[in-house]
């Protein structure tokens, strides 16, 4: 007979600590909302800004140019629109697959403003002029210059991506999963 505890039924006689509720919600609310707001700073840039000189804001901290961009962000991949739009089609499928297993208040936020953002974009590469997947993407915030020659021109899509993107980071490295977990250290 041994007196050492038997670990593995132990453990198993444990409860299970509760998940997490479930954080869907959250994304559905976040991800519409960056949508219309990006969408609609959109609209009025074009109805403002087209064939105009860039406007400047707070002492030429900011300037309101009106870009179409048929790239990548910073410039990269000029003209590959349908490859970026596969790409933002992608994105936005594999959110909404890992959502149903969201239970993480900083994952919801993130993916949130990632869903959002990357509709957003992709809503002008599929139905901004010249045609369907061929829309160039209006970006119409420029810092310190007003043609993006300090840092490139971009919209409110870019900021919530990158701001999405790096509450994900900050949750990776809290060890947050996305399913409410933490991520244990193995040893």
Known sequence: MSTEPNTESDAADQPEAPLP????????????LVLALDLGTKVLAVERLEGR???????GLLYLPLIRNTGAAFGLAEGWTVILALIAFSVVGFILWIA???RSVGWAIGLG???GGAMGNLVDRVFRAP???RGGVVDFISVLDPWGNFFP????ADSAICVG?????LMALLQRDYDGTKVEKKK
């Not at 509720?21 to 519409?32: D, E, G, N, T, Y």
């Not at 000189?53 to 002492?59: A, C, F, I």
């Not at 993107?165 to 980071?169: C, D, E, Q, T, Y």
């Open 53 to 59: 000189e860039p406007v400047e804001l707070l002492g």
């Open 21 to 32: 509720q479930r954080r869907v919600a959250l994304l559905a609310v976040i991800a519409p």
């Open 113 to 115: 403003l990632i869903l």
């Open 131 to 133: 045609g369907p997947l």
């Open 165 to 169: 993107g790096g509450v994900i980071v």
């Open 153 to 156: 021109v971009f919209n409110l």
């Open 100 to 102: 149903r297993r969201l």
